[in-house]
C-alpha cells in the first residue's frame, strides 16, 4: 500500500543498511562466543560430541553449516522429558529465570518448554522495535491486541515491546469477536494485532453490523497480521476494507522475538509480495533444502534454520524450525535494507502439508482459491476413507458471507471443484454449509482434519467366494 513516495524510517540506520561484508564479519563473532558458550553445557556437549564435532574445527561458515548438525523438535522435547522442567540446555540458574514459555503444539507433536531470562525478556521486546517503527508507531499510539496473551511467545513480546515502547496496549482476546468490534468503534485504536484467519472472521461481522472500518476507524494507521499465509488478492481486499496498510511479523517461540517483519512497503504493493527483513544482529538466518540440508538459492524455497546469537537462558544453535519459506535476492524491496529478506505471505509448516492421493496438497493452495471470492467467509475440509470403495476422498465445506445471494453462491460453488484441482492435483468435493456449522479460529488456522487412519479400519471388504 506504499506509494513512490515513501517516506523510510530507521529504528537503526546503520544496522539496517549495513554492508554484507560488515554484517558476516560481526555475526562470525557472535557466533564464536556463542559456540564457545554452549561446549560448557552438557546437552550441547554431547550433540557435538555424537556429531564428531570439535569447535576448533569449525573455521568458516561452510564449516559451521556442514559439520554442526541441526536441533529439531524432537530433540527439545526429549531433553525437557528427561530433564524435567526445562532440560539440560538450560544455560542459567533457575533463580535467574523471568519467564517460561510454552509452543502452541499446532504441529501435534508436542509443547516444547523455553526458559528466559529477565535479559532475554527485555532484549526480545526491544528488538520488535524495528517492526513497530517501520509500520510509522509512535509513543502514545493505542494498539488493540486480539493475539492471545498466556503463555505462548506472540502475546507476551508483543505486550512488553509496546510497554517499553511507551505504545498504550488493550488487549482484548477474552472478549467475543463483535464486543472487539464495540472496543474499536469506542477507543479507535491506531492498531490492530490480529492473525489473517480472524482478520477475515472480522471483516464478515463488519459487514452484518454495518460497520465499515475506513469509515468508522478514524484514526487507524496499520493492521498488523501474523502466524498464517495469505493470498494477494485477500491481502488487497483487507487493505481496502480496513483503508489501512496490512504489515507482517515473523517469530517463532524458539527465536524468542519478532525475527523479521515486513517495512514500510506492506505486505502487497502493484500486485506483487511484500518480504520479511532480518536484522540479524538478533539471530543467524539459513534456508535450507529439506532433503539434503545444503543451502537454497535465492527464489527457492526451504527450511528455516535458526541460531540465536543473545538468548542468555535456552540459547538454540542451527535450530530447524520446519518453516517453508521463499528466500529472496539483495534489492528485492526497495527500501534499501541489506538484511536477508524472505517472501511475505507464504510460510507455511511443513508439517501441515497432506498427503493425498501421492500427491502433496498445502493448505495455503487451497486458501488461496476460496478467498480469492470476496464473498467466501471459511471453510473447512476433511480428509477420509469411503468404507465403501476404500478411497481416499476430501469433503470440503464452505461458508458465505450474510448477503451473499443464492445465484452467486451457486456460481461460486460450481467454479470451485475444477479450480481446486488444477491448483492442487486432487479433486474435491464441495459443499455449502452456514457460518455457525464450521468451527472458527482466533489464533492459528486449523482447517484441515485427516480421518484415513481411523478410516481404514472401517473400510468394509467382500470376501472371496
Known amino acids: 500500500m506504499a506509494s513512490a513516495t515513501t517516506t523510510y524510517r530507521s529504528f537503526n540506520q546503520a544496522e539496517e543498511t549495513m554492508l554484507r561484508e ?3 564479519a560481526w555475526q562470525w563473532q557472535q557466533l564464536q562466543a556463542l559456540l564457545e558458550r554452549v561446549s560448557h553445557n552438557e546437552f550441547y556437549r554431547q550433540r557435538f560430541a555424537a556429531a564428531g ?3 576448533r574445527q569449525i573455521r568458516t561458515w561452510d564449516d559451521f553449516s556442514t559439520r554442526v548438525p541441526c536441533l529439531t523438535k524432537k530433540d527439545l522435547l526429549e531433553d525437557q522429558k528427561t530433564y524435567p522442567p526445562y532440560g539440560r540446555r ?3 540458574p533457575e533463580q535467574d529465570l523471568a519467564q517460561a514459555w510454552i509452543t502452541s503444539g499446532t504441529s501435534g507433536v508436542g509443547q516444547e518448554v523455553h526458559a528466559l531470562s529477565d535479559e532475554d525478556v527485555r532484549r526480545g521486546a526491544e528488538h520488535c522495535f524495528y517492526a513497530l517503527t517501520w509500520a510509522g508507531m509512535q509513543p502514545g499510539d493505542l494498539n488493540l491486541v486480539c493475539w492471545p496473551v498466556a503463555t505462548m511467545a506472540g502475546g507476551l513480546v508483543l505486550s512488553e515491546a509496546l510497554r517499553r515502547f511507551r505504545a498504550h496496549s488493550m488487549l482484548v482476546q477474552i472478549f467475543d469477536s463483535k464486543t472487539k468490534l464495540e472496543r474499536m468503534k469506542t477507543f479507535q485504536p ?6 489473517p484467519v480472524y482478520l477475515t472472521r472480522l471483516s464478515a461481522l463488519c459487514e452484518e453490523m454495518n460497520f465499515l472500518p475506513r469509515r468508522d476507524l478514524r484514526r487507524l494507521k496499520g493492521v498488523f ?11 488487497e481486499r483487507m487493505q481496502e476494507f480496513w483503508g489501512a496498510p496490512l504489515y507482517d511479523v515473523y517469530g517463532t517461540t524458539q527465536i524468542g522475538t519478532m525475527f523479521g517483519a515486513t517495512c514500510e512497503e506492506g505486505v502487497v504493493r502493484d500486485g506483487k509480495r511484500g518480504c520479511f527483513h532480518f536484522i540479524d544482529q538478533w539471530a543467524l538466518l539459513e534456508v535450507i533444502d529439506p532433503g539434503t540440508g545444503a543451502p537454497v538459492a535465492y527464489g527457492e524455497e526451504g527450511d528455516v534454520v535458526v541460531t540465536t546469537f543473545n538468548r542468555i537462558a535456552t540459547p538454540l544453535v542451527r ?3 520446519g518453516d517453508r519459506v521463499r528466500l529472496l535476492p539483495p534489492g528485492y524491496c526497495p527500501c534499501g535494507r541489506t538484511g536477508p529478506c524472505l517472501e511475505a505471505g507464504t510460510i507455511a509448516r511443513y508439517d501441515d502439508m497432506i498427503k493425498i492421493k501421492g500427491v502433496n496438497v498445502w493448505p495455503d493452495a487451497t486458501d488461496a482459491v476460496l478467498f480469492s471470492y470476496p464473498e467466501v467467509d471459511e471453510y473447512n475440509a476433511r480428509v477420509y476413507v469411503d468404507q465403501h470403495a476404500g478411497r481416499e476422498e476430501i469433503d470440503m465445506r464452505v461458508a458465505f458471507k ?4 443464492l445465484a452467486r453462491r451457486n456460481q461460486v460453488l460450481a467454479f470451485l471443484p475444477e479450480q481446486l484441482r488444477e491448483r492442487t492435483g486432487v479433486s474435491m468435493t464441495v459443499s455449502e454449509v452456514t457460518p455457525d456449522q464450521l468451527e472458527r479460529f482466533e489464533y492459528k488456522a486449523l482447517r484441515w482434519t485427516d480421518e484415513r487412519i481411523t478410516g481404514l479400519q472401517k473400510v468394509k471388504f467382500k470376501e472371496k467366494s
Not at 190 to 195: F, I, N
Not at 225 to 235: K, L, V
Not at 402 to 405: K, L, R, V, Y
Open 22 to 24: 560488515q554484517r558476516r
Open 53 to 55: 564435532v570439535e569447535l
Open 90 to 92: 538450560l544455560l542459567a
Open 190 to 195: 491506531h492498531y490492530l494485532w490480529v492473525t
Open 225 to 235: 497480521i501474523s502466524t498464517g499465509s495469505y493470498p494477494i488478492e485477500w491481502a
Open 319 to 321: 535450530f530447524r524450525h
Open 402 to 405: 450474510a448477503g451473499t445471494d
